[in-house]
């Protein structure tokens, strides 16, 4: 597995070129394998070279970092694990709202470090922006875990490109995590510039749509009890047939590319820059190969271009998220 550098001077961290999102192994889709199914996969994805995962508080709550220290305690030394501070939940795990205030993050940092079992967390992001918190204050309240020995690394999702400035004046930060692939590319205009002129890494989460992009999916498709996929605009019946336009013409650029449409989209978002690192979740072994091989597919110039306009050409139908989740985004 290739790697690449997310970050610059004392903020670099060096990670595989493709990581793996584990937030769907406990949440947001529905019943899943089993603890130890869900380890051992994970244990299979470090045998094949990927070094970074991610995980946070919120994926259960609690459940997902639990699982994520044991399946890695064996092999602590070789991986990066990110994780996500910002909320706040009652103790039956309700989620009360955000809650960015310096004290909270250093209590969450404690009980992140019991949950998954390590001296120090590589990664840790504020999940999401919380409008009552200034962000110098988030930033030096990361600062100090850094200095603390606590935390090594500073990271922001959803965050907008005047937000990332000024965070990164206070403590550098490493990486940005926010939904990028062939079908929400709404941060290439201003947060990508932003980030390759501060020298900060990116790591798009959902790269493959939710599963959209891997071609299983169409407007006939049911979604299981519990996946939030069922009250996700873009995920309407009616949204599903006018997207899969998209998905018809990148399963074409596969076929004529002996891939699959899934590594076309993975392999286009690592092209775009050396310092993106996708992270696609999966609970399957078959979908974790397939998405590592995207890390092999060459796309020439040519390919690039065609898959490009093949996303210019389609306009995406429905919002990423319910209207609530939409304002609480920050950007």
């Known amino acids: 597995m290739d790697t690449r550098t997310l970050g610059t001077g004392t903020a670099a961290l060096d990670v595989s070129a493709l990581g793996f999102g584990c937030m ?12 130890a199914d869900n380890i051992a996969l994970l244990r299979t994805a470090v045998d094949c070279g990927v070094t970074f995962f991610d995980t946070a508080e919120m994926y259960g709550p609690w459940r997902n970092e639990i699982l994520v220290g044991e399946a890695l305690a064996p092999v602590r030394d070789q991986v990066v694990i990110a994780t996500k501070f910002a ?31 390590v001296d120090a967390i590589d990664l840790f992001y504020q ?25 090594r690394h500073f990271g922001l999702s959803e965050a907008g490109a005047a937000t990332i400035r000024r965070a990164h ?36 989460y959902s790269p493959l749509g939710r599963g959209f992009l891997t071609g299983t999916i169409d407007a006939t498709t049911t979604f299981p009890e519990g996946d939030f996929r069922t009250i996700v605009p873009r995920f309407t019946p009616e949204a599903r047939a006018a997207n899969l336009a998209l998905v018809e013409r990148v ?69 990423r998220y319910p209207e609530a989740a939409m304002k609480g985004l920050g950007l």
């Not at 769907?24 to 603890?35: E, H, I, L, N």
């Not at 999940?127 to 030096?140: F, K, L, S, W």
Request: charged letters at 25%; hydrophobic letters at 40%.
């Open 24 to 35: 769907g192994m406990t949440y947001a889709y529905g019943p899943g394998p089993s603890d």
């Open 87 to 117: 909320h706040e939940f009652a103790p039956d795990g309700t989620r009360l709202g955000l809650n960015s205030k310096p004290e909270h993050i250093t209590q969450v940092a404690d009980e992140c470090l019991g949950r998954l079992g």
């Open 127 to 151: 999940h999401r922006v919380d409008p009552n918190v200034p962000i110098e204050d988030v930033a030096g309240a990361v600062g100090d875990l850094i200095e603390a020995g606590k935390v």
């Open 169 to 204: 004046a206070v403590t550098p930060v490493t990486a940005l995590q926010s939904e990028y692939s062939l079908w929400e590319r709404g941060i290439e205009a201003e947060i990508l510039p932003t980030l390759e002129e501060l020298g900060i890494g990116f790591v798009p």
């Open 251 to 319: 399963a074409e650029i596969a076929t004529r590319l002996h891939a699959r449409p899934s590594q076309v989209a993975l392999a286009w978002l690592l092209a775009q820059k050396p310092w993106i690192v996708p992270i696609p979740g999966t609970r399957r072994l078959t979908r974790l190969e397939e998405n590592l091989g995207a890390v092999d597919l060459q796309l020439g110039s040519d390919d690039l271009a065609e898959i490009t306009a093949a996303a210019d050409a389609v306009e995406t139908v429905g919002d």
